[in-house]
């Protein structure tokens, strides 16, 4: 939880420096009943608080259209080498720094380092497993489809449920394979580099960790257009 919280203070700090106001009338004033899917090499918003990747994030669909595999690894790509991680990267790095994780590491600027190169690429292979690889290999649809209208709690559960459910290739639902084999991935490959702790309770921690913030930062990605778009009529004046 630690964790969790450093990444969303990071977000909320950096969301000042990074977001530029939108051009008047560029966004939406009511939501469209049926819109057509995004093209994901031009997403509407690039990034969640102006910081958070943002690429895999998709509009409500009129008609499902799969990706190719070439659009999996790019999505799975840009999420995983985009600057907000190097970011995250030091957050994190500084956090274990302080709770003298990996001990093997040691400490000075040559354990942060280390330290740094270990979280920054948990965060790199996850993504890169989860959202390019996996959905390559097992056929599954790698996009976060928005809910964009209803209640709430019910836009809120859409967001999560994204985490198990997904689509396959054929547009049909399925139980979402690529997030939790592709963390599993992940972990294990982390495991060759985080010495202190290979066994199967800190590995089974920490994909729960990654799948539940991937859930969280759903739930972001569900809700930053309302957000942005309340931000920026605040800005203008408008009641």
């Known amino acids: 939880m630690d964790r969790l919280a450093v ?8 969301f000042g420096q990074a977001t530029t106001p939108p051009v008047p009338g560029s966004l939406p004033e ?13 997403p509407a918003d690039k ?25 999996k690894l790019m999505i799975g790509a840009k999420d ?16 274990d720094q302080l709770n003298g994780s990996d001990p093997s590491y040691g400490q000075g600027m040559r354990g942060f380092a280390k330290r ?17 690889f996996m959905p390559a290999l097992l056929h599954q649809d790698p996009r ?9 709690g019910q836009r809120t559960m859409h967001a999560l449920s994204n985490t198990f459910v997904t689509h396959d ?15 599993s991935v992940a972990v294990a490959i982390s495991q060759s580099y985080h010495f202190d702790d290979r066994n199967a ?23 930053w257009p309302d957000i942005k778009r309340k931000l920026v009529k605040k800005s203008q004046g408008t009641p």
């Open 7 to 14: 990444f969303l203070l990071l977000s909320t700090c950096l």
């Open 30 to 42: 009511a939501p469209i009943a049926k819109p057509l899917p995004i093209d994901i090499d031009t």
């Open 47 to 71: 990034r969640v608080l102006g910081v958070l990747p943002n690429y895999r994030t998709s509009n409500p669909y009129s008609v499902y259209q799969p990706l190719t595999v070439k659009q």
């Open 80 to 95: 995983s080498f985009d600057y907000p991680l190097l970011f995250l990267g030091g957050a994190l790095a500084g956090l």
């Open 116 to 132: 740094y190169g270990a979280d920054y690429g948990d965060q790199m292979f996850g993504n890169l497993m989860t959202e390019g």
């Open 144 to 152: 976060y489809f928005r809910m964009s209208t209803g209640s709430i």
């Open 169 to 183: 290739d054929s547009g049909k639902l399925d139980f979402n394979y690529s997030e939790w084999v592709g963390n």
């Open 201 to 223: 309770r800190s590995a089974s921690e920490k994909l729960v960790e990654q799948c539940g913030l991937d859930a969280l930062t759903a739930v972001l990605k569900e809700f």
